[in-house]
């Protein structure tokens, strides 16, 4: 728990406390913590193996819209939860950990303000654990769900000529990526694509939109 001393969660705690909570899902930052990691549709199988405990704003609303909590700083202490869990199970240069320790300032900003006199959670930093007794594969390198959201928003940056090319690289590595949707209009699946070509075709948009690569010439 934050501290020792617990203070109870009656009517005027739970009312700041959902303030604090909706500011949180009324930001445009947390679309991605509003709901429960759909870890099998995003095939992370790893997902409930490193992060114990998952939380999300929707899930800790209705608890506390539901009276689970009985002291302030357990409802506290969770919504700290979702912030730790993103920064365990992404790593700190992830771009989604960014935005959550943007609404982890924005939460303790907001305790602060609505709650003065409670203490704020204390970070306690973590890291993937693997059971030691268990035998280890070699890593393989894989696309992950961060990575496939950052491509699909980078690539709608990009002028057509350029998606061309970006398609003209997909098809020569990894033809399976593509479905024909309708005649001559394909839509690529980006879980198909090989990750050599998917790090190729990152780094290729990446110099892109950020100007690095306007002279050079594409490699296919």
């Given at each position: 728990?934050?501290?020792?001393?617990q203070t109870p969660l009656n009517k005027e705690e739970q009312k700041r406390l959902?303030?604090?909570?909706?500011?949180?899902?009324?930001?445009?930052?947390?679309?991605?913590?509003?709901?429960?990691?759909?870890?099998?549709?995003?095939?992370?199988?790893?997902?409930?193996?490193?992060?114990?405990?998952?939380?999300?704003l929707g899930t800790l609303q209705y608890k506390l819209n539901n009276n689970v909590?009985?002291?302030?700083?357990?409802?506290?202490?969770?919504?700290?939860?979702?912030?730790?869990?993103?920064?365990?199970?992404?790593?700190?240069?992830?771009?989604?950990?960014?935005?959550?320790?943007?609404?982890?300032?924005?939460?303790?900003?907001?305790?602060?303000?609505?709650?003065?006199?409670?203490?704020?959670?204390?970070?306690?930093?973590?890291?993937?654990?693997?059971?030691?007794?268990?035998?280890?594969?070699?890593?393989?390198?894989?696309?992950?769900?961060?990575?496939?959201?950052?491509?699909?928003?980078?690539?709608?940056?990009?002028?057509?000529?350029?998606?061309?090319?970006?398609?003209?690289?997909?098809?020569?590595?990894?033809?399976?990526?593509?479905?024909?949707?309708?005649?001559?209009?394909?839509?690529?699946?980006?879980?198909?694509?090989?990750?050599?070509?998917?790090?190729?075709?990152?780094?290729?948009?990446?110099?892109?939109?950020?100007?690095?690569?306007?002279?050079?010439?594409?490699?296919?």
């Amino acid at each position: 728990m934050i501290k020792n001393t617990q203070t109870p969660l009656n009517k005027e705690e739970q009312k700041r406390l959902n303030q604090i909570v909706q500011q949180l899902i009324d930001s445009n930052d947390s679309v991605e913590f509003r709901q429960p990691v759909d870890y099998k549709r995003l095939n992370l199988p790893d997902y409930i193996q490193i992060v114990k405990r998952p939380m999300d704003l929707g899930t800790l609303q209705y608890k506390l819209n539901n009276n689970v909590y009985k002291t302030v700083e357990e409802c506290l202490d969770e919504i700290q939860l979702i912030w730790d869990n993103c920064k365990l199970y992404n790593g700190s240069t992830s771009w989604i950990t960014k935005i959550a320790e943007k609404l982890e300032r924005l939460f303790k900003k907001n305790v602060k303000n609505y709650l003065p006199l409670v203490n704020l959670p204390q970070v306690v930093p973590k890291t993937k654990e693997t059971p030691s007794d268990v035998y280890q594969e070699e890593p393989q390198e894989q696309v992950t769900y961060n990575d496939k959201v950052e491509f699909s928003n980078n690539l709608k940056q990009l002028a057509p000529e350029q998606i061309g090319l970006i398609v003209h690289m997909i098809q020569n590595t990894s033809p399976n990526a593509f479905i024909e949707i309708e005649r001559e209009k394909y839509q690529i699946i980006v879980d198909n694509i090989e990750f050599e070509a998917f790090t190729k075709c990152q780094k290729q948009i990446s110099a892109w939109i950020t100007g690095d690569d306007i002279n050079k010439k594409v490699k296919i």
